[in-house]
């Protein structure tokens, strides 16, 4: 059974950077897309990036298109988004999502079959 776990949420001022990182474990992580999704409160599940089973091919939403980051070490089993200039808009708990195949296939959420529990992240003014 796949786990995955985020770390690196809390509270961030706006304009600074944030990092999460997702560790897997069990399954064959370099076999699958991954991505990070977040829900802000009151609104719905929003995707935020995703990357291919490499980390040569990467996506991103176009609310963080030019100040997000997202990468991979497929030796750590790790997947790690960095946001910079965060904007209170960005207050949300992030999740972090394994992809039923190499490349990323979608990203409505039903194309990932394993998520994290998720990790708060607050933007303060």
């Known amino acids: 059974q796949v786990q995955l776990v985020e770390s690196g949420g809390g509270l961030v001022r706006a304009g600074d950077s944030l990092r999460l990182s997702c560790t897997a474990s069990?399954?064959?992580?370099?076999?699958?897309?991954m991505a990070w999704f977040r829900r802000a409160p009151g609104k719905e599940q929003e995707w935020v990036a995703a990357i291919n089973w490499s980390g040569r091919m990467t996506f991103y939403a176009n609310s963080v298109k030019g100040r997000c980051s997202i990468s991979r070490d497929n030796t750590k089993n790790t997947v790690s988004l960095r946001l910079d200039r965060a904007e209170l808009d960005d207050t949300a708990v992030y999740y972090c999502?394994?992809?039923?195949?190499?490349?990323?296939?979608?990203?409505?959420?039903?194309?990932?079959?394993?998520w994290g529990q998720g990790t708060q992240v607050t933007v303060s003014s």
């Open positions: 069990g399954g064959q992580f370099s076999n699958y897309a």
């Open positions: 999502a394994q992809g039923n195949s190499y490349d990323p296939t979608g990203y409505t959420g039903s194309e990932y079959n394993y």
